[in-house]
Structure formats: structure tokens, C-alpha cells
């Protein structure tokens, strides 16, 4: 690691008032350290905002949930209020990752994490995200966990979060602080597809803090699934996830949710096509209609054509989960 | 041995005190920031009990109990934890008695070569206290973050099997002597 200089604020405005462009907040650090070790994030001067006010799950006045940035992922997935009310985001953030870095990380750092792009990680080849303009490595190279669905000609990269895909399912807000003030980012708007701009993950302005993630009241725990496909059982990132959460009326569907994982440079969702359910029977055919309309314009590489007929069969076999209860 | 842990640019960087208890003992030390607690560890401490595997939170040999949690020590940094209390691998045992998940792994032979072990043992007992794993698949999934290339996991799975109520009851006893 490149020497840097170091701060520990004790508050939110104190915080981001210390943030200058060369430098980063960190939290958990189990995604910048391993990127500062790689040598491909230098920062000249760290932020820590371990001791900042953020830790709290507290009910929001709508009986939603409002989750601190700085609560720990294990601390999530094992909150009894989550687990009662978003058995999914328990379930999605157990898939992820192993019990001693979930220890560490935290929600707003979840939302940060980088891809794990080989060429992204290989300070050696060009990769657009790490050195716009250099070109990417991945398109013609080693591609099998690469995007299916919004990728550009200058990153085909894909997001590596779990917990990020059931909060995409469960239509999340992201609140954040810079020095302009508070700002209330809306998911399925925080993390942004590669474009031309691809060394940009999220919509955060330079220097802005997430410092809570909020839940809707919303009812989806009594019909919702977590399916992750991997290369191996635990401690891998997806192939394909799939976060599934339905409301019934009887043997028809209410409302329909599901966000993909490990297919793009974002959770992907299709909420037209979701909204085009309502009312039709909860069963395979109906959810074969909703993966294709996800999958519509998935397009492979040389390895990860395969990734498009799984994520079909993902999908339909998430929902199916989901009916039968919480899986 | 502690050059790597000095400033390799041309800038200065200064050192940052660390108010930190290793294995009950008070320690204040000064660091440097980019000093991750496993370097701490090893090259400072000279706690070499503590493994470097990767060194990118990806074998889980580093891992140890920070305020009774399991994480891994390559990935964080020293100088973010003034205040806190540390136990590694040479923390467990009291004096000559071995930590029940200690003799468990000896009993079942649930090692080869031993570099993972200061780090499944770790593991080992944070997950205890968390409370979470109740079958066997649930141990298994739950010790998914330290591997072991010699393949030693069915004697670590038994050895955890047998080794977990008497670390439960460590784990209550001292939690009853803190309140004390």
C-alpha cells in the first residue's frame, strides 16, 4: 500500500467537510483495502467514519425501516426486524461474501463495492473503469462472469453485491450528505449502467457520505426467494442471482418483484413487465413471460452465453420458491 | 523485518498512537496508518500465531476475535481500532489448558500442514458466539470463509461438532465476569 495520511471525525458535517478529491471515507475497508493492496485505488488521505452516529435500524415514520451506513452486514442480516419483515435482504446478504468479512463490511459499503472484473483487478491490461480510454481487456478475454444485459463497448463489467439486488427488489432509497446538504437517491437510480463513462459505478457527487438505506413498508415476507447460482456452494459471487418477492391474491399475483444479479453493471429490473402481471396466475408459464421480457437484448460473449439460458431458468425457479414461502 | 511497515514514498507520514488490548493485555503503540492489524501482528508484536494467507480476506488464515467478533486482519487497518480489544490463536489457551476448541482439533487430528488452523480455530469460536450454526451444514457454511488445502474439513467439522458447547460455556462464564 501507498503510504497516506489518516483522520477519525467524530461528525457526519465534520466528515465530509474534511473531504478532498484525493481523498476516501472508509468504513468496513474490506473492498479498498484489497483495491489499495492492488494498487489500483490510491487515495493520498483516508476518512474514517467508524465513529460517525450511523449504526442504528430504526422504524421511519411510514413503518418502513432506516438502516445506518454504517451498520454491519452480519448486524443486518441477523436483525430481527429484518429477518421478520425482509427475509430476503437477510437471505441475499448471507449469500454473499464469509461470516468474517460480513462482520466487517458495511450497508453503505456494500452499495460501493467494485467490480471484480479480472482485467479491472489486473493493473497490467487496459480496463476503461480503471483507466478510462485504455480500452477492455474483458470483451475479448476471459468473459464466463461478465454482463448479459446493459453492458457498453467500453466495460462489460457486472456489480458483485447480493445485498444490492434485494434492495433493488425491494425498491430501496439511499439516502446521502455532501456539503450541498441531504439528498434522497431512489436504488434503482443509484448504481448507473457503464456507458461511455464506465470508471463511474453510482450517481454520487464527489465527496457525498451514504449514511442510511431505507425501506418501504411494504409486505414481501411472506412470498419472497433469494436464488444464488456459483461455481462453488458458499463464499463465491453469482453467476446469477435472482431476488423474488411476490404478493397473492389466492393463485394470482398482486405484485411481482425480482431483480437480477451478476447479468450487468447494476441489479437489473424491468418494473413495466412486473406491472404487466397483475392479475394473472402465479404459476411457471406467467413467470417464463417476465424472465423473457428481463432478458430481452441479452447479448453474450465468447464464455458467458450460457449465463442467458440460466438466468431464465433462475428466474422462473426463484418465483416458484418464492410462492411456496420464504426460501 | 519492520522496513516494510515504513514509508516507501518521499513524503512523511507520521505515526498515529493505538490504545489496544492484545489477549488482556493493555497495549499503547504508535503506528503507521497503512499498518493493516495483521501486519500489526506478525511484524510489530511479533504475534506470528496470526497467518498471512492471501493477504485479501479470501482463506480466512488471518482471522481473529476483534471485540469477540471473527474477522479477517489483512483486511483492516490497525490505526481504526484504538480502543478495542484483540484475542488471536495465542489468546485462547489459559496458560498450560488448552481452549476446549484446541483440544478438539488435536483429539480429531483437524490438521495437516497447521497454517489455517490459529485461523479455523478463531473462526471457530466467533462463530460459537454468534449462535448461529445448529446442523452440521449450517457449521459447514459458516466456516466457508477459512480454507484448508490440505482438505482436512471433515476432522475440523467434527472437531467443531464437539468442541461447541464447551466453548458456549467458556463464552457465558466470561461474559459473566465482565459484568461482574
Not at chain 1, 461528525?11 to 481523498?23: C, M, Q
Not at chain 1, 445485498?163 to 450528505?177: E, F, H, P, R, S
Amino acid at each position: 500500500m501507498n503510504p497516506f495520511s489518516y483522520t477519525r471525525p467524530t461528525g457526519i458535517d465534520e466528515a465530509v467537510g474534511l473531504f478532498t478529491p484525493d481523498s476516501r471515507y472508509i468504513a468496513g475497508g474490506t473492498n479498498l483495502l484489497d483495491l489499495m493492496k492492488e494498487n489500483i485505488t490510491h487515495p493520498e488521505h483516508l476518512i474514517d467514519i467508524t465513529r460517525l452516529p450511523l449504526k442504528d435500524i430504526e422504524e421511519t415514520a411510514e413503518g418502513g425501516l432506516r438502516i445506518g451506513a454504517l451498520v454491519s452486514n452480519s448486524d443486518l442480516a441477523w436483525n430481527a426486524r429484518i429477518e421478520q419483515q425482509y427475509p430476503l435482504l437477510s437471505k441475499a446478504i448471507l449469500a454473499g461474501a464469509s461470516p468474517q468479512l460480513r462482520n466487517m463490511a458495511t450497508t453503505g459499503g456494500n452499495l460501493l463495492q467494485r467490480t471484480r472484473c479480472y482485467y479491472f483487478y489486473d493493473a497490467d491490461t487496459p480496463c476503461n473503469k480503471r483507466q478510462p480510454g485504455s480500452g477492455c481487456t474483458a470483451r475479448e478475454g476471459l468473459n464466463r462472469i461478465h454482463a448479459i444485459l446493459g453492458h457498453s463497448e467500453q466495460c462489460i463489467a457486472v456489480h458483485p453485491s447480493d445485498m444490492c439486488v434485494a434492495l433493488a427488489a425491494l425498491d430501496a432509497t439511499v439516502i446521502v450528505k455532501g456539503i450541498g446538504g441531504e439528498r434522497r437517491i431512489a436504488f434503482a437510480d443509484f448504481h448507473r449502467l457503464p456507458g461511455n463513462k464506465p470508471e463511474r459505478d453510482n450517481t454520487l457527487a464527489e465527496g457525498e457520505l451514504i449514511t442510511a438505506v431505507e425501506l418501504p413498508a411494504e409486505e414481501y415476507a411472506t412470498h419472497c426467494a433469494y436464488l444464488k447460482i456459483r461455481d462453488r456452494q458458499s463464499y463465491a459471487f453469482a453467476l446469477i442471482s435472482v431476488a423474488a418477492a411476490l404478493q397473492l391474491d389466492g393463485k394470482l399475483i398482486r405484485s411481482v418483484r425480482v431483480a437480477l444479479g451478476g447479468v450487468a453493471h447494476k441489479p437489473w429490473r424491468n418494473p413495466q413487465a412486473e406491472a404487466r402481471l397483475v392479475g394473472r396466475p402465479a404459476d411457471k408459464n406467467t413467470f417464463g413471460e417476465l424472465a423473457d421480457a428481463l432478458l430481452v437484448g441479452a447479448t453474450g460473449f465468447n464464455d458467458n452465453q450460457f449465463k442467458i439460458e440460466l438466468a431464465r431458468r433462475a428466474i422462473v425457479r426463484a418465483l416458484s420458491d418464492a410462492i411456496e414461502g420464504a426460501a | 523485518m519492520s522496513s516494510t511497515l515504513e514509508p516507501q514514498g518521499v513524503k512523511t507520514v507520521a505515526t498515529c498512537p493505538l490504545s489496544i488490548e492484545i489477549n488482556g493485555h493493555p497495549r499503547q503503540l504508535e503506528v503507521y496508518p497503512w499498518t493493516t492489524l495483521l501486519d500489526l501482528l506478525r511484524e510489530q508484536l511479533h504475534l506470528t500465531g496470526t497467518k498471512k494467507g492471501c493477504d485479501h480476506g479470501q482463506c480466512g488464515a488471518c482471522t481473529v476475535l476483534l471485540n469477540g467478533k471473527r474477522i479477517n486482519s489483512c483486511l483492516t487497518l490497525a490505526v481504526m481500532h484504538d480502543g478495542a480489544s484483540l484475542t488471536t490463536v495465542e489468546g485462547l489457551a489459559k496458560d498450560d489448558e488448552l481452549h476446549p476448541m484446541q483440544a478438539a482439533f488435536v483429539k480429531h487430528d483437524a490438521f495437516q500442514c497447521g497454517y489455517c488452523t490459529p485461523g479455523q480455530l478463531c473462526s471457530a469460536v466467533g462463530m460459537t458466539a454468534e449462535g448461529r450454526a445448529n446442523t452440521p451444514d449450517e457449521l459447514r457454511e459458516q466456516m466457508s470463509g477459512n480454507l484448508c488445502r490440505c482438505g482436512a474439513y471433515p476432522n475440523i467439522v467434527a472437531a467443531i461438532e464437539e468442541a461447541m458447547p464447551a466453548t458456549r460455556e467458556q463464552l457465558a462464564r466470561n461474559s459473566k465476569g465482565e459484568g461482574q
